[in-house]
């Protein structure tokens, strides 16, 4: 049952790293939180010492983007004349 324990604390770790590096310092520091109370593991202690590149931040998605291209891989299908209607004789 450890390994599972070690794949919780390591996932984590890994967590907590990656919102040091996205600059969330708030989320990290409750990651870093539950390390030190159920895994007894101080992420200040354990630094090593690099410094974690930021991530460049991603603009978020515009409402008026322009859309993508329609699919223009295959035509659109044809359609034939309209079918003639044919005149009774009103009986």
């Known amino acids: 049952m450890s390994s599972v324990n070690d794949r919780y604390k390591a996932a984590l770790i890994e ?13 990290a520091k409750e990651v870093a939180r539950i ?4 895994y007894d593991h101080d992420v200040d202690e354990h630094d090593d010492g690099e410094e ?17 291209p329609e699919n223009t891989d295959e035509p659109k299908p044809r359609r034939g004349p ?4 044919v005149e009774g004789d009103g009986k």
């Not at 919102?19 to 989320?27: F, H, K």
């Not at 931040?57 to 409402?63: D, F, I, S, V």
């Open 15 to 27: 967590e907590h790293d990656s919102y040091v590096r996205g600059g969330r310092a708030q989320d």
């Open 52 to 68: 974690k590149p930021k991530l460049v931040p991603t603009l978020p998605e515009r409402a008026d983007a322009p859309k993508p």
């Open 82 to 85: 309209r079918a003639k209607q």
């Open 35 to 38: 390390l030190k109370e159920q």
